[in-house]
């Protein structure tokens, strides 16, 4: 089973200065194993919106292999 978390993180841009986002893991989880698979940072700059977005991939099973895509078009919706 595939378990996806939100990481929240204190980032830097020389244009921006400091700033909170919210990337997105995924983890392979097996009985009392669990490994993280993969790490999408500074997806999110909104909190809510990347809880929404991990409890739906969640909810789906999505494959980790669809992730990138799937942040792709959910950035580009603006949803």
Same mark, same amino acid.
């Given at each position: 089973?595939?378990?996806?978390?939100?990481?929240?993180e204190?980032?830097?841009?020389?244009?921006?200065?400091?700033?909170?986002?919210? $990337?997105?893991?995924?983890?392979?989880?097996?009985?009392?194993?669990?490994?993280? /698979?993969?790490?999408?940072?500074?997806?999110?700059?909104?909190?809510?919106?990347?809880?929404?977005?991990? /409890?739906?991939?969640?909810e789906?099973?999505?494959?980790?292999?669809?992730?990138?895509?799937?942040?792709e078009?959910? /950035? /580009?919706? $603006?949803?």
């Open positions: 089973m595939y378990e996806y978390c939100v990481e929240k204190i980032l830097y841009n020389s244009q921006l200065g400091r700033y909170t986002s919210y $990337g997105i893991s995924v983890f392979l989880v097996e009985e009392k194993f669990r490994e993280k /698979l993969d790490y999408f940072s500074d997806v999110f700059l909104d909190e809510k919106k990347a809880s929404d977005f991990v /409890l739906l991939c969640n789906l099973e999505l494959e980790p292999v669809h992730l990138a895509e799937v942040i078009d959910t /950035l /580009l919706s $603006g949803k």
